[in-house]
T-cell receptor, first 116, second 114 residues
Framework: GAVVSQHPSWVICKSGTSVKIECRSL??????MFWYRQFPKQSLMLMAT?????????EQGVEKDKFLINHASLTLSTLTVTSAHPEDSSFYIC????????????FGPGTRLTVL | AQSVAQPEDQVNVAEGNPLTVKCTYS??????LFWYVQYPNRGLQFLLK??????LVKGSYGFEAEFNKSQTSFHLKKPSALVSDSALYFC????????????FGTGTRLQVFP
């Protein structure tokens, strides 16, 4: 149990276009979902925290208008990279909180975004 | 502010030998500590956690970690390394009841040589 999926697993897009990444909790309802960004050979950087039905809380330095997060249901959160540029190329990983008995976050497999 | 330090960028060990990946933390409240492993182009897999109780925590794939409050450390260990253990390991701390955020260390690449 506690499986988190992401779609797509990789995407290549042209500069200026928008890309949507989906994060789903497959066998549980996620009270909170998180979006991370990972640069090559670096650690995970928390971008935002997302609660179902409310606006996401963004970390300092993360552009809200560029990285749109929608948490439509207890099993789905989406990250849209708007007007993507090559510097947005990265590995994006989502995670989900299950409930208070699980203290650990469950991570998706990640999405590799390449902006040409 | 909470933080996690992994002082070694890379750890090399021969197959069959014991391994240790170091982690120290700083948190204002009670630390919830985690180890995750990441294989190339993959998400993170949970290995083990310390919340409370016994300081020695056993996790997946034969890994264990020891919580040391006085040294604020949570080192990851395995008695006998396998080549398949080669991956990127992240220590993380969660300041439950405060920010609830999961803060990661910079990661340690474990290389196990046959």
């Amino acid at each position: 149990g506690a499986v988190v999926s992401q779609h797509p697993s990789w995407v290549i897009c042209k500069s200026g276009t928008s890309v949507k990444i989906e994060c789903r909790s497959l066998d549980f309802q996620a009270t909170t979902m998180f979006w991370y960004r990972q640069f090559p050979k670096q650690s995970l950087m928390l971008m935002a925290t997302s609660n179902e039905g409310s606006k996401a809380t963004y970390e300092q330095g993360v552009e809200k208008d560029k990285f749109l997060i929608n948490h439509a249901s207890l099993t789905l959160s989406t990250l849209t990279v708007t007007s993507a540029h090559p510097e947005d190329s990265s590995f994006y990983i989502c995670s989900a909180d299950r409930d208070w008995t699980y203290n650990e976050q469950f991570f998706g497999p990640g999405t590799r975004l390449t902006v040409l | 502010a909470q933080s996690v330090a992994q002082p070694e960028d890379q750890v090399n060990v021969a197959e069959g030998n014991p391994l240790t990946v170091k982690c120290t933390y700083s948190v204002s409240g009670n630390p919830y500590l985690f180890w995750y492993v990441q294989y190339p182009n993959r998400g993170l897999q949970f290995l083990l956690k310390y919340i409370t109780g016994d300081n020695l925590v056993k996790g997946s794939y034969g890994f264990e970690a020891e919580f040391n409050k006085s040294q604020t450390s949570f080192h990851l260990k395995k008695p006998s390394a396998l080549v398949s253990d080669s991956a990127l390991y992240f220590c993380a701390v969660r300041d439950m009841g405060n920010t609830d955020k999961l803060i990661f260390g910079t990661g340690t690449r474990l290389q196990v040589f046959p």
